[in-house]
């Protein structure tokens, strides 16, 4: 079953750090882009990082998190991440990861989502 | 980065059909025919309905439509039914390997 599973989610004071996982089976996550959105609760969708296939992978950031977070990949785990650092209460929502065909540019394939509360 | 703008809700009754509304600037939506469109029902995941601005994904359903011009793009549903009743979500590519989504729509059916 082609499937996306993330992980990693949870509460978090301001200013610490999290990591999320998102593990991915049906396909291989090097072979695709892949990105990260994420919603606060009761808001709408905001892309956050995308990462490009292939091994010189780009990768690129909203404004918002540029600094701040590192996406990156495992391709022997078929595994995508989202390092999230100085973590603020505006960070706080549902993160989905999801798969970008190259030939498409648009998100065809979700997971479930994991929610991170940044809160003191 | 600003979100596409969006009407904030949109209603019809059963067998109607409604059009959505996702209005961009000449630096993202209206430079790329890469506007994509997403369901969002409550507690789900997104699911992808059009993208390039007007192709279906295999397995959705041929009601549901989209278009582009200049600034503007729009998704319009046939034949609405009961289980359209959603948040629809455009988004667009915006240059610089960046992406933005559009401020959300609720369809309600009546």
């Known amino acids: 079953e082609v499937q996306l599973v993330e992980s990693g989610g949870g509460l978090i004071q301001p200013g610490g750090s999290l990591r999320l996982s998102c593990a991915a089976s049906g396909f291989t996550v090097s072979s695709h882009y892949m990105t990260w959105v994420r919603q606060a609760p009761g808001k709408g969708l905001e892309w956050v990082s995308i990462i490009y296939s292939g091994g010189g992978a780009g990768t690129y950031y909203a404004n918002f998190v540029r600094g701040r977070f590192i996406i990156s990949r495992d391709n022997s785990k078929n595994t995508l991440y989202l390092q999230m650092n100085s973590l603020r209460p505006e960070d706080t929502a549902v993160y989905y990861c999801?798969?970008?065909?190259?030939?498409?540019?648009?998100?065809?394939?979700w997971g479930q989502g994991t929610l991170v509360t940044v809160s003191s | 980065q600003s979100a596409l703008t969006q009407p904030a809700s949109v209603s019809g009754s059963p067998g109607q059909s409604i059009t959505i509304s996702c209005t961009g600037t000449s630096s993202d939506l209206g430079s790329y025919n890469l506007v994509s469109w997403y369901q969002q029902h409550p507690g789900k995941a997104p699911k992808l309905m059009i993208y390039?601005?007007?192709k279906r994904p295999s397995g959705v359903s041929n009601r549901f439509s989209g278009s582009k011009s200049a600034n503007t793009a729009s998704l319009t549903i046939s034949g609405l039914q009961a289980e359209d009743e959603a948040h629809y979500y455009c988004?667009?590519?915006?240059?610089?390997?960046?992406?933005?989504f559009g401020t959300g729509t609720k369809v309600t059916v009546l």
């Open positions: 999801a798969r970008v065909p190259v030939t498409t540019d648009a998100f065809d394939m």
């Open positions: 390039e601005g007007s």
């Open positions: 988004c667009s590519y915006a240059g610089t390997n960046t992406y933005v």
